[in-house]
Nanobody
Framework: QLQLVESGGGLVQPGGSLRLSCVGS????????IGWFRQAPGKEREGISC????????NYADSVKGRFTMSRDNAKNTVFLQMNRLKPEDTGVYYC????????????????????WGQGTLVTVSS
């Protein structure tokens, strides 16, 4: 059974850090582009970062650029999202998704609707 499982969310103070993990089972993660998305309360889901299947290319939304970093550990079939200097507006449910083609990294969340998604992990940034 193909599955993605996110973990690492929690409550953190502004300026703090968290590292989210996205573990794949039933699939080889390095065959897929992996995107991270978030949905803030009352808002639509937005794409925040993506890494190509080879890991050679990453892109980030302007809102997180310079603060968030994606990486892969193919031996662990896991993709990470390191989040630093967190802000209250980073609060939301974070999802990872496995995209079958790298160009998906340049497309909005709606283009990923038929890809494999995890269940999400909640990140709350608050003092």
């Amino acid at each position: 059974q193909l599955q993605l499982v996110e973990s690492g969310g929690g409550l953190v103070q502004p300026g703090g850090s968290l590292r989210l993990s996205c573990v794949g089972s039933g699939l080889f993660m390095d065959y897929y582009a992996i995107g991270w998305f978030r949905q803030a309360p009352g808002k639509e889901r937005e794409g925040i970062s993506c890494i190509s299947s080879s890991g050679s290319s990453t892109n980030y939304a302007d809102s997180v650029k310079g603060r968030f970093t994606m990486s892969r550990d193919n031996a662990k079939n896991t993709v990470f999202l390191q989040m630093n200097r967190l802000k209250p507006e980073d609060t939301g449910v974070y999802y990872c998704a496995a995209g079958r083609t790298d160009p998906l990294c340049f497309l909005p969340s709606s283009a990923w609707s038929r890809e494999l998604w995890g269940q999400g992990t909640l990140v709350t940034v608050s003092s």
